[in-house]
């Protein structure tokens, strides 16, 4: 693995409060993406693409039974997607793992008429935005 640039992240971990729910849709995501498990313990797991990994966590610490993406933290993770094609069958199976697709009367463009995204959040209130790295021509 070659040393990672400074700066660069280094791993996000993100509170959930039922962890099994969590690997079911956040698990599931990122293993599509092409995110490979890379630990696990009593109430927690991850996962790593490159130097980069995502924990998840079910922290008997925890205060609230859902995210608020609303609240000062975190409002959502953005993930590059190949493309539009990519970005609409993730969206399609993303159903099937416990993501709904948010503001539908304006996807695949509700980021701007230039931007070709989806926004979709799980069960839990955690919000994921893929990206079309390559949008379809003409946008």
């Given at each position: 693995?070659?040393?990672?640039?400074?700066?660069?992240?280094h791993?996000?971990?993100?509170?959930?409060?039922d962890l099994?729910?969590?690997?079911?849709s956040l698990?599931?995501?990122?293993?599509?993406?092409?995110y490979?498990?890379?630990q696990?313990?009593?109430?927690?797991?991850?996962?790593r693409?490159?130097?980069?990994?995502l924990?998840?966590e079910?922290s008997?610490?925890?205060?609230a039974?859902?995210?608020?993406?609303?609240?000062?933290?975190?409002n959502?993770?953005?993930?590059h997607?190949?493309d539009?094609t990519?970005?609409e069958?993730?969206?399609?199976?993303?159903?099937?793992?416990?993501w709904?697709?948010?503001?539908p009367?304006?996807?695949?463009?509700?980021?701007?008429?230039q931007?070709y995204?989806?926004?979709?959040e799980?069960?839990?209130?955690?919000e994921?935005e893929?990206v079309?790295?390559?949008?379809?021509?003409?946008n």
């Amino acid at each position: 693995m070659t040393r990672p640039t400074s700066g660069t992240l280094h791993h996000v971990e993100l509170w959930v409060p039922d962890l099994g729910r969590a690997v079911f849709s956040l698990g599931w995501l990122l293993e599509t993406l092409g995110y490979l498990r890379f630990q696990s313990r009593d109430g927690g797991c991850s996962w790593r693409l490159g130097t980069t990994y995502l924990v998840l966590e079910q922290s008997p610490a925890l205060t609230a039974d859902q995210h608020d993406r609303c609240r000062p933290g975190l409002n959502h993770l953005a993930f590059h997607v190949e493309d539009d094609t990519a970005v609409e069958q993730l969206v399609t199976d993303a159903a099937r793992h416990g993501w709904r697709l948010m503001f539908p009367d304006r996807h695949p463009h509700a980021g701007g008429d230039q931007h070709y995204a989806a926004y979709l959040e799980n069960d839990d209130g955690f919000e994921i935005e893929l990206v079309a790295i390559n949008p379809p021509h003409g946008n």
